[in-house]
């Protein structure tokens, strides 16, 4: 079993930049592809960013240009730099560990953009 637990979400201003961290519970967390995902209100959950255990990042339509996801093996974490935010950005923002039939989700945490 590996836990994930999210932390860095709140308010940030249109424009602004957050910057959320996933730490897994088991080393083991390297050989783990780790995605983010996001939730909005009445909307269907949507693939933010994707890095693989060899380190190759892609990104969702919504995220490129303005999002980074990065890892710390050494830190069993996961990082999520979000910049150039929007009202549209607003979601519960979850973090996922993947490999194989092997798939662990953090409980979540919350991001609003407003002014």
């Known amino acids: 079993q590996v836990q994930l637990v999210e932390s860095g979400g709140g308010l940030v201003q249109p424009g602004g930049s957050l910057r959320l961290s996933c730490a897994a519970s088991?080393?083991?967390?390297?050989?783990?592809?780790m995605n983010w995902y996001r939730q909005a209100p009445g909307k269907q959950r949507e693939l933010v960013a994707t890095?693989?255990?060899?380190?190759?990042?892609n990104y969702g339509d919504s995220a490129k240009g303005r999002f980074t996801i990065n890892r710390d093996n050494a830190k069993n974490t996961v990082y999520l730099q979000m910049n150039s935010l929007k009202p549209d950005d607003t979601a519960v923002y979850y973090c996922?560990?993947?490999?194989?039939?092997?798939?662990?989700w953090g409980q979540g945490t919350q991001v609003t953009v407003s002014s």
């Open positions: 996922n560990a993947h490999l194989g039939f092997r798939n662990y």
């Open positions: 088991r080393s083991i967390f390297n050989f783990y592809d």
């Open positions: 890095i693989t255990s060899d380190d190759s990042a």
